[in-house]
């Protein structure tokens, strides 16, 4: 389930998670919420940032965490070195007036500092598989060069257990600052304005290869670095006793690059993925050696090789948005309305398999190793061109509400929300994806060139965005009614019944953007049933053209994924401060998409 964060004054952006010291406030929403609220089908919660007073206030802090005062990590054999710990996470604030009991200022910066051990038992190839001897065969089995080169890039054993027979516990390093800077002004007795801005940097290696089969040895982790703005204006007007209006802009910015750290060289070993060694991004690394169940810490399978297949990518999100809310109250009903748009640009780079996939599963019965040994891989895949895809789309929410006080102990709450948002596209037309309806003809397996043949492709089904507009129908037909009830059985507040339903909607991104993006003519792949190393005379060429692309197809009528939530909870105060609650909720997704 997706989770929005919502920072009053801000954009609405989880782009963020605010220091706990510049927190006034929070509250969490966890089911049927009201209609003000949408986008998704999680919790909701809402964040306060404090504001500066005539006070003059701040703080300073220090946390910290050494693993001189920490207990040894269960899996960190008493054989092995303890595995390390440094953290730090320390910070300060300060608020008070610019002009005395008009103009206020806070601000807020907090730092994070870690380096932490990472304990991680896996396989490693045996001294005697290295050389072609394997259990269960009669005679050694040759290795090719090629092979005996990688093998050598495997650590050696240096434990006896049954979960695995190589330890390792490398260092993870993060590196965090944020600020913040508010600034509050009173234009009048009615007229409020609110402004600020906070940025975020992000420094983490991953020792571990994260993501899509990663690797269980260390020399292939992952740099992840990265910073994030939020900026926002917050204008709240009393239009009368009874009449409350508040607009909202916001921007939000996120920029993170993920790639392998510099690793062995693929061009050191003789295997032409098209990368000269030394390429940027870690692009010139050796492809990823997969092996069944390489990636399962503490499966009897050895570890995969190499990095992961998802990097580099980079992934740079411009949010902007503007929300405007009307609060209206009488005796009896508390009136809301308001309507939120975002227009967002979502600019990617996924550079997937571009230095390489190299599988081995076992043939004929013999472990995948025997076959690494021999040269002989299940599979081999890999992309080529330019990964990098401009998305945009626009989102629009439109809600009405009202807390309607039936009687002094009944409460009626209801609602009805509408959101539209626009089909997701690519700034450049670079998307691309299959209509059955338009198949004529088969592709050629024996065209070299399949793949970018715009004809064929064509004549297959195949459509780009400049054929269709739009590579999936857009859904209008996004209600989201609420309605709640609360009952306060006894009129004595002690005893309340309550109860809701409502239906909640998430937005068209997802996995979409990085699925289309991986469809020809804009993103060829390379992929081959059994291909060899370049010194098996049997199998020459490691990456050669497909003769069918890998093609992944978007609905063509695609409907927002929504979902039903409903729930009923019983309240009963209890002597001491104390307080029985007994409840039933239930989510049922009704439509769904990965």
Same mark, same amino acid.
């Given at each position: 389930?997706?989770?929005?964060?919502?920072?009053?004054? %801000?954009?609405?952006?989880?782009?963020?998670?605010?220091s706990i010291?510049s927190?006034?406030?929070?509250?969490?929403?966890?089911?049927? +919420?009201?209609a003000?609220? &949408?986008? !998704?089908? /999680?919790?909701?919660?809402?964040?306060?940032?404090?504001?500066?007073?005539?006070?003059?206030?701040?703080?300073?802090?220090?946390?910290?965490?050494?693993?001189?005062?920490?207990?040894?990590?269960?899996?960190?054999r008493?054989?092995?070195?303890?595995?390390?710990?440094?953290?730090?996470?320390?910070? %300060?604030?300060?608020?008070?007036?610019?002009?005395? !009991?008009?103009?206020?200022? +806070?601000?807020?910066?907090?730092?994070?500092?870690?380096?932490?051990?990472?304990?991680?038992?896996?396989?490693?190839?045996?001294?005697?598989?290295? @050389?072609?001897?394997? @259990?269960?065969?009669?005679?050694?089995?040759?290795?090719?060069?090629?092979?005996? @080169?990688l093998?050598?890039?495997?650590?050696?054993?240096?434990?006896?257990d049954?979960? /695995?027979?190589f330890?390792?516990?490398?260092?993870?390093?993060?590196?965090?600052?944020?600020?913040l800077?508010?600034? =509050?002004?009173?234009?009048?007795?009615?007229?409020n304005?609110?402004?600020?801005?906070?940025?975020?940097?992000?420094?983490?290696?991953?020792p571990?290869?994260? %993501?899509?089969?990663?690797?269980?040895?260390? *020399?292939?982790?992952?740099?992840?670095?990265?910073? !994030?703005?939020?900026?926002?204006?917050?204008?709240?007007?009393?239009?009368?006793?009874?009449?409350?209006?508040?607009?909202?802009? *916001?921007?939000?910015?996120?920029?993170?690059?993920?790639?392998?750290?510099?690793?062995?060289?693929?061009?050191?070993?003789?295997?032409?993925?098209?990368?000269?060694?030394?390429?940027?991004?870690?692009?010139?690394?050796?492809?990823?050696?997969?092996?069944s169940?390489?990636?399962?810490? &503490?499966?009897?399978?050895?570890?995969?090789?190499? %990095?992961?297949?998802?990097?580099?990518?980079?992934?740079?999100?411009?949010?902007?948005?503007?929300?405007?809310?009307i609060?209206?109250?009488?005796?009896r009903?508390?009136?809301?309305?308001?309507?939120?748009?975002?227009?967002?640009?979502?600019?990617?780079?996924?550079?997937?398999?571009?230095?390489?996939?190299?599988?081995?599963?076992g043939?004929?019965?013999?472990?995948?190793?025997?076959?690494?040994?021999q040269?002989?891989?299940? &599979?081999?895949?890999?992309?080529?061109?330019?990964?990098?895809?401009?998305?945009?789309?626009?989102?629009?929410?439109?809600f009405?509400?009202?807390?309607?006080?039936?009687?002094?102990n009944?409460?009626?709450?209801?609602?009805?929300?509408y959101?539209?948002?626009?089909?997701?596209?690519?700034a450049?037309?670079?998307?691309?994806?299959?209509r059955?309806?338009?198949?004529?003809?088969?592709?050629?397996?024996n065209?070299?060139?399949?793949?970018?043949?715009?004809?064929?492709?064509? $004549?297959?089904?195949?459509?780009?965005?400049?054929?269709?507009?739009?590579?999936?129908?857009?859904?209008?037909?996004?209600?989201?009614?609420?309605?709640?009830?609360?009952?306060?059985?006894?009129?004595?507040g002690?005893?309340?019944?309550?109860?809701?339903? *409502?239906?909640?909607?998430?937005?068209?991104?997802?996995?979409?953007?990085?699925?289309?993006?991986?469809?020809?003519?804009?993103?060829? =792949?390379?992929?081959?049933? +059994?291909?060899?190393?370049?010194?098996?005379? @049997?199998?020459? $060429?490691?990456?050669?053209?497909s003769?069918?692309?890998?093609l992944t197809?978007?609905?063509?009528?695609?409907?927002?994924?929504?979902?039903?939530?409903?729930?009923?909870?019983?309240?009963?105060?209890?002597?001491?401060?104390?307080? +029985?609650?007994?409840?039933?909720?239930?989510?049922?997704?009704?439509?769904?998409?990965?």
């Open positions: 389930r997706l989770l929005a964060v919502v920072v009053i004054g %801000g954009a609405g952006e989880a782009a963020q998670l605010p010291d927190i006034q406030e929070f509250e969490v929403q966890t089911n049927t +919420f009201a003000e609220y &949408g986008r !998704n089908t /999680g919790s909701v919660v809402n964040l306060v940032t404090k504001s500066g007073t005539n006070q003059l206030h701040g703080s300073l802090y220090e946390f910290f965490r050494n693993d001189v005062l920490d207990a040894r990590n269960y899996f960190n008493d054989t092995f070195p303890k595995s390390g710990l440094h953290l730090n996470q320390f910070g %300060g604030t300060l608020g008070g007036h610019i002009i005395k !009991n008009n103009t206020f200022f +806070f601000l807020n910066y907090e730092g994070f500092r870690r380096r932490a051990g990472i304990t991680r038992i896996t396989n490693v190839p045996t001294l005697d598989q290295r @050389a072609g001897i394997f @259990a269960g065969l009669p005679n050694p089995v040759p290795v090719t060069p090629t092979s005996a @080169a093998f050598n890039l495997f650590p050696k054993p240096n434990l006896n049954p979960s /695995g027979n330890i390792s516990s490398p260092e993870q390093t993060d590196g965090t600052d944020q600020f800077v508010k600034v =509050d002004h009173r234009l009048r007795e009615s007229d304005l609110s402004a600020r801005y906070s940025r975020t940097r992000i420094d983490t290696f991953f571990f290869t994260p %993501g899509q089969s990663g690797t269980n040895v260390p *020399g292939y982790g992952v740099n992840d670095n990265g910073a !994030n703005h939020l900026v926002a204006i917050n204008y709240t007007r009393v239009l009368s006793p009874r009449t409350l209006n508040e607009a909202r802009l *916001g921007f939000t910015r996120t920029n993170v690059q993920l790639a392998t750290e510099p690793g062995p060289q693929a061009a050191d070993f003789g295997i032409n993925t098209g990368w000269p060694a030394g390429s940027p991004l870690g692009l010139g690394n050796i492809p990823q050696l997969s092996f169940g390489g990636f399962v810490s &503490g499966s009897a399978s050895v570890s995969n090789l190499g %990095g992961a297949i998802d990097q580099p990518n980079r992934t740079a999100i411009n949010t902007y948005q503007f929300v405007d809310n609060s209206h109250t009488t005796a009903h508390s009136l809301k309305a308001g309507v939120d748009i975002r227009y967002t640009q979502l600019n990617r780079l996924y550079d997937l398999a571009f230095s390489g996939q190299v599988s081995f599963s043939t004929s019965g013999q472990d995948a190793l025997v076959n690494f040994a040269g002989l891989s299940s &599979g081999a895949l890999q992309f080529v061109g330019d990964s990098h895809r401009n998305f945009r789309n626009t989102s629009f929410g439109f009405g509400q009202d807390s309607f006080k039936l009687r002094r009944l409460t009626l709450n209801y609602g009805l929300r959101e539209l948002n626009t089909v997701l596209n690519e450049h037309g670079r998307l691309s994806s299959f059955p309806q338009n198949f004529t003809t088969f592709l050629d397996p065209d070299p060139n399949i793949q970018t043949n715009l004809d064929a492709l064509h $004549a297959a089904g195949v459509v780009t965005q400049h054929d269709v507009g739009d590579i999936y129908d857009p859904d209008y037909n996004n209600f989201a009614p609420r309605v709640g009830v609360a009952w306060d059985i006894f009129g004595n002690k005893t309340v019944l309550r109860s809701g339903y *409502g239906v909640f909607y998430e937005t068209i991104i997802g996995n979409i953007p990085g699925n289309v993006m991986l469809n020809p003519p804009f993103l060829p =792949d390379f992929f081959n049933a +059994f291909p060899g190393w370049p010194d098996n005379p @049997a199998n020459p $060429a490691v990456f050669a053209p003769g069918f692309p890998v197809v978007t609905q063509q009528k695609l409907r927002t994924p929504y979902a039903q939530h409903y729930n009923l909870v019983l309240q009963q105060q209890l002597p001491g401060r104390s307080l +029985f609650e007994i409840a039933g909720q239930q989510r049922y997704r009704a439509c769904e998409y990965q």
